[in-house]
């Protein structure tokens, strides 16, 4: 989120002799946006992308998106340039294990937080009970 919102060109690659310059611009999109804003932009990002992989975005949830990104290519070239520099730049545990969250409510259980379901037990005996249990796709356990 610090290289999207900082000057480095959109159609930047990356090369392992720019490390300085990559670092200026993670420093110079940190102090635009802020550590919080950044975090909430990220945790965002990984919401609709869980989303997106189990192709349950919504339209609304999609406009939010591309508010908040509107060149999918400078968010693409940004995230990779992320991920080519993670083995050289510290990374906090708390900003490493940031939540999804969805922007929205949930379109699996539309904002509940749970879902009536067979919860399986034991997989062996064939053990389930019947009831509400936390939604896999928006609680804690449904990161995938």
Not at 21 to 28: G, I, M, P, T, Y
Not at 90 to 112: E, F, M
Request: charged share 25%.
């Amino acid at each position: 989120m610090a290289l999207y919102a900082s000057d480095m060109p959109t159609r930047y690659r990356y090369s392992r002799s720019d490390d300085a310059q990559v670092l200026d611009w993670v420093s110079q999109g940190i102090a635009r946006l802020g550590r919080d804003e950044i975090r909430q932009r990220a945790s965002r990002l990984a919401g609709h992308r869980k989303l997106w992989l189990r192709d349950m975005t919504t339209p609304e949830i999609d406009r939010r998106h591309k508010a908040r990104f509107p060149s999918a290519r400078r968010l693409g070239n940004a995230e990779e340039t992320a991920s080519l520099s993670i083995s050289w730049i510290r990374v906090t545990p708390a900003a490493r294990n940031l939540p999804a969250v969805i922007d929205g409510p949930c379109p699996k259980c539309d904002g509940a937080g749970k879902l009536w379901a067979n919860w399986v037990i034991d997989e062996m005996s064939g053990w389930f009970e019947e009831g509400y249990g936390p939604c896999p796709l928006c609680q804690d356990g449904g990161a995938a």
